[in-house]
């Protein structure tokens, strides 16, 4: 007698004789019936071609989009590790140095002590964030301050070590394949090319653009900045037109002025405000005005738009710096740092 896993085999067995058979009739096998109406799987295909098109496109988008986000995981991890085995090992050597142990070192390092008044003024800039008056505020602020003190002064000092005991990092850095294509400030022959994707109505693209050019400006012949667009419209409703503002201003020769200016009156970027910065750098403002909601000016940003997309990029702002991803509002020193590495890799380079 035929045992249970017989009978219960025999669906998944009938299943898959019906798969053999479709495959076997070809594109015009019956998929459903209406009375004696058939329903063949080409009428489906017919239907199905353009959606299944589009899910594969978005299976492929969304694919290449995680071995981005992997890759620079990846890269983040093994470099924070590389980082704390340095530390350990300069720390080691210095303590071994001076006869002591790294946790007598690091319990060592001073921190200056927070002031009453750097206490109300970080109170004041960030008022908008609290939720409770000054005095109860107070005490979380001084201990939020002096551990960020505390950080940084364990930070120079391991910096100091490092100098010190002469480490080079040779680990080679993820570069991204971004296009450098856009307005330029900076020589087209420097050893250091900074691609920025930004906003001009974020708050944190707008902390961001002075900080980047007073870093360019501190390497005038070997940095260059490419700025392209990335309005985050969802958030910023002025920032699409306020990209195609600064498009149509470039082809007035004067993107910069525009760039700088937008920047400057973030918050005067409805069209009344563009036309009016139009005005006031010279351009033509019947051309500003044609152009402003034109086909050509919206294409140009959705060119740098797609680019983020296959990126990986959904905020701003976002840079590479020789390919090197750098994600939001990164400080002065920073960047600095990054630049520094990559004219010392390219000194480097040079001398072999």
Not at 101 to 127: C, H, M, R, W
Not at 138 to 150: G, M, T, V
Not at 156 to 163: C, E, G, M, N, V
Not at 240 to 254: F, I, L, N, W
Request: glycine letters at 4%; proline letters at 5%.
């Amino acid at each position: 007698m035929p045992s249970i896993r017989y009978f219960l085999a025999i669906p998944a067995l009938f299943t898959a004789c019906l798969a053999a058979a479709a495959a076997i009739a070809g594109p015009g096998y019956p998929v459903a019936t209406i009375g004696k109406q058939r329903i063949s799987s080409q009428d489906l295909d017919s239907r199905l071609a353009g959606k299944l098109e589009q899910l594969q496109k978005n299976r492929d988008k969304t694919l290449a989009q995680l071995q981005v986000t992997y890759a620079r995981e990846r890269q983040n991890l093994t470099e924070q590790e590389l980082n704390s085995l340095l530390d350990e090992r300069v720390l080691s050597l210095e303590a071994a140095a001076r006869g002591s142990t790294p946790e007598a070192l690091l319990a060592g390092i001073k921190s200056a002590v927070i002031s009453d008044a750097q206490v109300q003024e970080f109170y004041e800039k960030n008022k908008s964030q609290m939720d409770q008056p000054p005095e109860k505020m107070a005490p979380l602020i001084k201990d939020y301050l002096q551990k960020q003190d505390k950080e940084a002064a364990q930070r120079a000092f391991l910096t100091s070590l490092r100098t010190q005991h002469k480490v080079v990092v040779t680990l080679e850095p993820l570069r991204e394949p971004v296009a450098a294509v856009g307005p330029q400030r900076g020589p087209d022959n420097a050893a250091v090319t900074v691609v920025e994707f930004s906003d001009f109505q974020c708050p944190f693209c707008g902390r961001f653009s002075p900080v980047i050019e007073s870093v360019r400006a501190k390497y005038p012949t070997q940095v260059r900045l490419i700025y392209r667009h990335l309005p985050l419209s969802a958030m910023h409703p002025h920032a699409q037109h306020a990209a195609q503002a600064a498009v149509c201003a470039q082809g007035q020769g004067k993107f910069w002025e525009m760039h700088d200016l937008m920047f400057a009156q973030q918050s005067k970027l409805d069209d009344e405000g563009l036309k009016q910065m139009a005005q006031q750098l010279g351009l033509n403002t019947a051309q500003f005005a044609e152009c402003l909601d034109s086909a050509k000016a919206r294409e140009a940003v959705q060119q740098d738009a797609d680019a983020a997309a296959q990126l990986s990029i959904s905020g701003t702002p976002a840079s590479f710096v020789n390919g090197r991803y750098l994600n939001g509002a990164v400080s002065a020193e920073e960047l600095t740092a990054l630049i520094e590495d990559e004219l010392r890799r390219a000194g480097t380079a040079a001398r072999r």
